[in-house]
């Protein structure tokens, strides 16, 4: 009963801690599941190609093909961030399903107080795993 005490004296500092854990798991899963040197290489070759874009604004047949170019590497980006996604994205359903039934009589705006410390929770956390 010791979740429940906390929820009812407590529920702001308990969603807080709830979101902490969340960020934390799921900076976690991205660590492992992202090969960061290969994502490091995609974002590397999207920052030259929008320099490159820059330089070629007056001639749209080289835009369209400079585009065409970045278009790929962001489909590969994408590629390597969905792994994660598709193992945290069912708890993370179930999580908040239980979250709204706990905390909603308690605390009204629960919600908000979630996604402000996840927000900076997750931005800290990718700091500290040096995720990209």
Not at 9 to 33: E, G, Q
Not at 34 to 54: D, F, P, R, Y
Request: hydrophobic share 50%; no cysteine.
């Amino acid at each position: 009963m010791a979740i429940i005490d906390l929820i009812t004296t407590y529920p702001k500092t308990a969603i807080i801690l709830f979101s902490l854990a969340v960020s934390l798991a799921i900076t976690i899963v991205n660590k492992f599941m992202i090969n960061q040197e290969k994502m490091k290489e995609i974002k590397a070759k999207q920052k030259a190609l929008q320099e490159e874009m820059k330089k070629n604004k007056d001639n749209p047949a080289k835009m369209m093909e400079i585009q065409k170019e970045l278009m790929s590497h962001m489909g590969a980006s994408m590629k390597h961030s969905f792994k994660p996604m598709l193992i945290t994205f069912i708890p993370l359903l179930l999580l908040f399903g239980w979250l709204r039934g706990i905390f909603s009589p308690v605390l009204s705006s629960w919600i908000w107080y979630y996604i402000i410390a996840s927000i900076a929770s997750s931005l800290i956390f990718r700091k500290l795993f040096k995720l990209e």
